[in-house]
């Protein structure tokens, strides 16, 4: 288990060595006690033996006793699904005044 954000990692191989999820790029969003961290990866397709098309995981990490576990996720499965929450983001925030709780949100 990862003791600071930094080291917090979403690749994963199996008791035989085998990798099945394979981290390409992180963006930690907030850090602190509780950490917010995006990651881009991909699965193993075990049949072919290659990995499939990349999808997106935004997570939440509470550190306890020293170290961080996972508390929730949220994976964002398609390119599609990623455009319709951008779509919905953009339109949440592009009206929204810079006086109103601008700036970033830190937990």
């Known amino acids: 288990m990862a003791s600071t954000v930094d080291e917090i990692t979403i ?3 199996e008791e035989d060595g085998t990798q ?3 981290e390409v790029e992180k963006e ?3 850090k602190g006690s509780w950490a917010t961290i995006m990651f881009k990866y991909q699965d193993l ?3 072919a033996g290659t990995f499939k098309a990349p999808k997106i995981s935004i997570r939440r990490y509470q550190k306890r006793n020293g170290e961080y576990k996972t508390m929730s996720k ?3 499965s ?3 699904q990623a455009k ?3 779509e919905i983001l953009h339109k949440w925030t592009d009206n929204e005044n810079a006086s109103e709780g601008g700036g ?3 937990d």
């Open 45 to 47: 397709d075990r049949q």
């Open 11 to 13: 690749n994963f191989s």
């Open 78 to 80: 398609s390119v599609a």
């Open 84 to 86: 319709k929450v951008l």
């Open 104 to 106: 970033e949100a830190e």
């Open 74 to 76: 949220f994976n964002i």
């Open 28 to 30: 930690i969003l907030t």
């Open 20 to 22: 099945v999820c394979k």
